[in-house]
């Protein structure tokens, strides 16, 4: 018996309602008879204070910056293990033994091609369409080609949906890439690791043969790991809402897609790098663009900063950080861009502003400098964060459809429209 409740009074009437309590102490007031039993609903602007579900996936203490998959911390894991074997861990709660990679492997080689008929689909995009676009369309194309995933029901369908879907998201990526620099599309390999084919499909060219560099290689697979899962953010919380109406699994991870593609949201990686290039391009001092941060008036905000659930660093962001000074250093490439990074972050951190409000580099602060580093275009660094998100949005969808308690989302409002009224005359 639940021995933690919580009491609401009401009208001179009190209720009780159970207290739930996750695996690390957190606590939550069950409210699911609240309405039933005082006719109220709960108003909770953008679900701030709200859990939506049970989840067994990620972890995150935000106020001691922690973030565990599967509960092993990320420090364990970033730098460590591979994405293929991340994505496992996150799709199955443990990572794959010997024979388990083995046919996880092959099954991702199995699938890295796409239909030929839905290469034709690229021909039909505009030259300077965002890849973001391309790819979520294309992920919801794929369920013409393949409409079992309609009726999806026995777990090995699912299972094998699911890692179609993550090898083949490289392939879609890779392919927008090429076309739109208008070069000819570089097909997988079966003997490279997910990581090196999707550079070789990117940067291999007919005239210019690309040479897999294993450094280059694990830092892909780190950037990968790192945004491989992250609780009920704003794209996840999408998938499992879209998901809870038993859409598709390929509709479904377009819908996230399309999300995470928003500024506030993935996109920010993408706008950390036009920011530090208008401070360089500008001259402006750090100061003057501290205080346009501050400046309510103003609405330019310090993209890569904040976060909803980090009051602390970001743990993401703390890695990437040391990633891009060893990659940078490793590939003698020394970037402007990162040095300007490096003294916003430094002069934010010691100002009160930024301090009171707990305002941290989240970890899209340094992931573009790392992916420029690579070579990846800018237009591609939201797709990059798409591609390492992709196990977190299919576990957490997978989990959504095996919870028996079930429901399609469909939460209240509180409705401030007019009152009542009726049409003076029959309407035309
Ligand atoms: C991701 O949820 C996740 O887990 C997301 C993510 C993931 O892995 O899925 O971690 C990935 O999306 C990271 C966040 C990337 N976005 C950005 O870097 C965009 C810049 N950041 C902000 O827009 C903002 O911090 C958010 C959107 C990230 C969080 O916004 P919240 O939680 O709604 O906070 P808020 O806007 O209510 O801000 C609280 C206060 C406000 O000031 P007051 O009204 O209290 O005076 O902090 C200020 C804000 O003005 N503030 C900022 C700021 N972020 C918040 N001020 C200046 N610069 C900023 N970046």
Not at 9 to 30: L, M, S
Request: glycine share 6%; net charge neutral.
């Amino acid at each position: 018996m639940n021995t933690d409740h919580a009491d609401v009074i009401y009208q001179g009437k009190t209720h009780t309602f159970p207290v739930v309590t996750g695996t690390e102490g957190e606590k939550a007031i069950d409210i699911s008879s609240l309405r039933r039993e005082t006719g109220l609903v709960t108003y909770d602007n953008s679900y701030q204070n709200t859990a939506a579900c049970h989840s067994a996936i990620t972890y995150i203490d935000g106020e001691r910056g922690i973030l565990r998959y599967r509960g092993y911390p990320i420090e364990d894991i970033a730098g460590k293990t591979t994405f293929v074997d991340t994505a496992y861990l996150l799709l199955h709660g443990e990572f794959p033994g010997k024979e388990q990679r083995a046919l996880f492997s092959r099954k991702l080689t199995e699938y890295s091609l796409v239909h030929e008929d839905m290469i034709h689909f690229f021909d039909g995009f505009p030259r300077g369409a965002h890849p973001m676009h391309i790819l979520s369309t294309m992920i919801n194309a794929l369920a013409t080609f393949y409409p079992n995933v309609d009726l999806l029901s026995l777990q090995e369908d699912i299972d094998s949906s699911a890692t179609r879907l993550i090898s083949m998201v490289r392939t879609l990526a890779a392919f927008a890439y090429k076309k739109s620099i208008g070069e000819p599309m570089v097909y997988p390999r079966h003997n490279l690791s997910y990581c090196a084919n999707f550079l070789n499909m990117m940067f291999h060219s007919p005239v210019k043969p690309y040479e897999i560099d294993q450094d280059i290689v694990d830092v892909l697979n780190l950037l990968l790991v790192l945004h491989a899962d992250h609780e009920q953010n704003c794209s996840t919380t999408t998938v499992r809402i879209i998901g809870s109406a038993q859409v598709n699994l390929y509709a479904t991870i377009s819908a996230g897609i399309s999300a995470l593609s928003g500024p506030l949201h993935g996109g920010a990686n993408q706008e950390v790098m036009n920011m530090l290039r208008q401070i360089r391009d500008s001259n402006a001092t750090i100061d003057a663009v501290l205080r346009r941060a501050k400046d309510k008036a103003d609405p330019f905000r310090l993209m890569g900063f904040g976060h909803r659930i980090y009051k602390t660093y970001d743990p993401r962001a703390r890695i990437i950080k040391e990633a891009c000074d060893k990659a940078l250093k490793k590939m003698r490439v020394s970037d402007p861009l990162l040095e300007i990074a490096i003294e916003l972050e430094q002069k934010a951190l010691a100002d009160e502003y930024f301090v009171s409000k707990h305002l941290y580099p989240n970890v899209d602060f340094y992931s573009g400098i790392i992916y420029r580093a690579l070579g990846i275009p800018e237009n591609m660094f939201t797709v990059m964060f798409a591609l390492g998100r992709l196990p977190g949005w299919i576990a957490h969808w997978n989990e959504m459809l095996r919870d028996k308690d079930r429901k399609i989302a469909r939460p209240r409002q509180i409705y401030t429209g007019l009152p009542l009224r009726h049409c003076n005359e029959s309407p035309r």
